[in-house]
T-cell receptor, first 113, second 114 residues
């Protein structure tokens, strides 16, 4: 099993550009989530999904969209990148919900200039 | 809103000494408290977790204690080794908008000096 795979690992965007961060898991987990990690602020929840076809907002959803068309994939879309979205992004999956172990991907380091 | 506070932000210990990291949470309905270790350039990885019906849990050199009355929980690492150097995050599951969400503390950078 590959676990949780995120692509790309690094990305530089210009302000106003859009892009999609990819996340895939091969563990048949129902629950998937996206976090951003900023210095001194820990991990903050952006969006999450409790299963295919169901998504919801986390703590910091503005400027991001998600979709969950399959159990395996949970892409995160930046609609119009802003410098405030410079961060490290982590995708995670859990078997059922947040009350079980979360498996994290390796992260995507995004810089918006 | 609901939050999780973590202290200290940095911790430096001599190899062989113990390290303690403390977290407090605000939601009395929280029932799951995991601890994650993040090594440089990697994603966080679960090292131990505890549920609200248990006061203490141990796994070799690592232990977690939970005080539900005071709403705080702590990570204890004994006989620290250089490979324990990493950033550690506590988290608590919080019931918000009809579902549980995992809220993380701000992290503790642990340095174990050889």
């Amino acid at each position: 099993n590959a676990g949780v795979t995120q692509t790309p690992k690094f990305q530089v965007l210009k302000t106003g550009q859009s892009m999609t961060l990819q996340c895939a898991q091969d563990m048949n987990h129902e629950y998937m989530s996206w976090y951003r990690q900023d210095p001194g602020m820990g991990l903050r929840l952006i969006h999450y999904s409790v299963g295919a076809g169901i998504t919801d907002q986390g703590e910091v959803p503005n400027g991001y969209n998600v979709s969950r068309s399959t159990t395996e994939d949970f892409p995160l879309r930046l609609l119009s990148a802003a410098p405030s979205q410079t961060s490290v992004y982590f995708c995670a999956s859990s078997y059922s919900d947040v009350n079980t172990e979360a498996f994290f991907g390796q992260g995507t380091r995004l810089t918006v200039v | 809103g609901e939050n999780v506070e973590q202290h200290p932000s940095t911790l430096s210990v001599q190899e062989g000494d113990s390290a303690v990291i403390k977290c407090t949470y605000s939601d009395s309905a929280s029932n799951y408290f995991p601890w994650y270790k993040q090594e440089l350039g990697k994603g966080p990885q679960l090292i131990i977790d505890i549920r609200s019906n248990v006061g203490e849990k141990k796994d070799q050199r690592i232990a977690v204690t939970l005080n539900k009355t005071a709403k705080h929980f702590s990570l204890h690492i004994t006989e620290t080794q250089p490979e324990d150097s990493a950033v550690y995050f506590c988290a608590a599951s919080i019931w918000v908008d009809s579902s549980y969400k995992l809220i993380f503390g701000s992290g503790t950078r642990l340095l174990v000096r050889p």
